[in-house]
């Protein structure tokens, strides 16, 4: 990689830890174009060079962190049920760390997305694809029977999951998203795929 590149995506990190920063003392809506470059340090034009919107600023913190425990989590020999555990309890920690004024303005742009705006689904297409290839994986080496219904049981975890995480946005952080996770993963998680284990 180049220098001018180097220094490219050096730029475009100082503008996504700016949105970091300032989402911990601003509401997102109140963030505007000018805070985020004076934050990075860039000027405001360069913000047009990397994004069209705010919006796709959360898109890419959404996702930055993910892949990286992704990637972590893929690589460990664990059991099925450990892994999605992982996955899940890790995914609530990032959330929690991205904070969450983050994860409500992300749920703001799903929810009422503009045209052509994929972000919701695209998020969830990683997540529930993370989760259906652990249980694929888990049939096809025969830790869970050749007729687990694995696209209906992802939909049940990630549902639990995305339920928790709007809990935590509606209630303004008063309901605890990692907690209800964590008691998910305790209490129902092993349950489900127990049913179907050999």
Same mark, same amino acid.
């Given at each position: 990689m180049g220098?001018? *590149?180097e220094a490219a995506l050096e730029t475009k990190q100082k503008l996504i830890d700016a949105v @970091?920063?300032?989402? @911990?003392?601003k509401a997102y809506h109140e963030m505007s174009i000018d805070d985020i470059t004076q934050t990075a340090g860039v000027a405001k034009g360069t913000f047009y060079t990397y994004f069209k919107r705010r919006e796709d600023i959360i898109s890419l913190i959404a996702y930055e962190d993910f892949d990286k425990s992704l990637k972590g989590i893929v690589d460990e020999k664990l059991d099925v049920a450990e892994k999605i555990t992982l996955f899940l309890n890790d995914s609530a920690f990032i959330i929690q760390e991205n904070s969450l004024q983050i994860a409500q303005q992300w749920y703001r742009s799903v929810t009422s997305?503009? #045209?052509? #705006?994929?972000?919701?689904m695209d998020?969830?297409?990683y997540d529930r694809s993370f989760i259906e290839?652990?249980? *694929?994986s888990a049939a096809g080496n025969g830790t869970l029977q050749s007729n687990t219904p694995i696209s209906s049981l992802s939909l049940q975890i990630i549902s639990a999951y995305y339920g928790a995480v709007a809990l935590w946005c509606m209630s303004d952080g008063e309901i605890t998203h990692t907690e209800i996770i964590k008691d998910f993963c305790k209490e129902s998680l092993s349950k489900i795929i127990n049913a179907y284990r050999r």
């Open positions: 220098k001018r *590149q @970091k920063k300032l989402s @911990k003392t997305p503009l #045209d052509g #705006d994929t972000l919701g998020k969830l297409n290839n652990c249980l *694929q």
